[in-house]
């Protein structure tokens, strides 16, 4: 089976074992991932872009790049024909890209079985006002963050209690799953690349700086534009998510899981107890 998962300024996909979504082991850690990464708003910038570096398995694309989305179906799937077209489980929050990795998938895997999934296709309540609207990859992110705490604790038990789901990617949502395991809603403020971009867009003389130069701990006071740039964006990243982590455990130790490309700069930031786990919307799409 084939995982891909679409965000808005990124696609993720990796090939699994179908044996391994009914093992309970969850998606190993070393998973090989292809990636496709482009600017969400660069379009808008009339600015110098960041340097970008292509990998093995990753390259920088304009959005919705055709002769990219076949590196990344044929990467990842394999060249060797109707063999390897297999079954292919996708969500998207991007619909032009969507539409282009439908058309590409239809010429190079023409009997490929494609499940774009939807809040309907996943166990889980949703209680929110339009359940139709809602990120998938914020349920299957919240789906995956109550298996990951199952696991972590006991699991033959289904009483994980509630916890807080921080994906951070382009935009950074938080949200509360409550006791009962039902998907409550959350918070989403924009992410450290949307930040730098928006930043560069919406200004005369500030530079677009790369995510890099936002760390663990960007040098305050700034002695220059870009320091000064890192440490703002830092400070409303990080304590931004705190703030609403505090707000939603009133004072108790309810678990938060992160995931997402900056997860790991917020890791820190955040009192125990904290997970970080890679991939969390592509174990949402593998599990069973």
Known sequence: MILVDIGNSGLRAARVDESLLHSGMGLPDDLPVFQLSWSAIGQQIRKTKPATQNSPYSRWC?????????????????????????????????????????????RERPTAFVQWVTHRDIPMQVCVDY???????????????RYVLQWKSDPSSEAVGPCIVVQAGTA???????????????????????????????????????????????????????????????????????????????????PVILSGGDGQLLQHAISPPVHYQKHLVLMGLALP
């Open 62 to 106: 304009p959005i919705g790049d055709l002769d990219a989305l076949r590196w990344l179906i044929r990467s990842v799937a394999g060249d060797g024909g109707d063999e390897n077209a297999g079954v292919w489980r996708v969500a998207s929050v991007h619909r032009e890209v969507q539409l282009r990795l439908s058309e590409v998938l239809a």
């Open 131 to 145: 359940p139709d609207r809602l990120g998938i990859d914020r349920l299957l992110a919240a789906r995956a963050a």
């Open 172 to 254: 950074i949502t938080v949200d509360w799953v409550d006791e009962q395991g039902r998907f409550m809603g959350g918070a989403i403020l924009p992410g450290v690349g949307l930040s730098l971009q928006y930043m560069a867009a919406g200004t005369d003389q500030l530079p677009w700086l790369p995510t890099e130069c936002v760390d663990q701990a960007p040098q305050l006071p700034g002695k220059n534009t870009e320091q000064a740039i890192a440490a703002g964006v830092h400070a409303s990243v990080v304590g931004g998510v705190r703030f609403l982590i505090d707000r939603y455990r009133k004072g108790t130790s309810v």
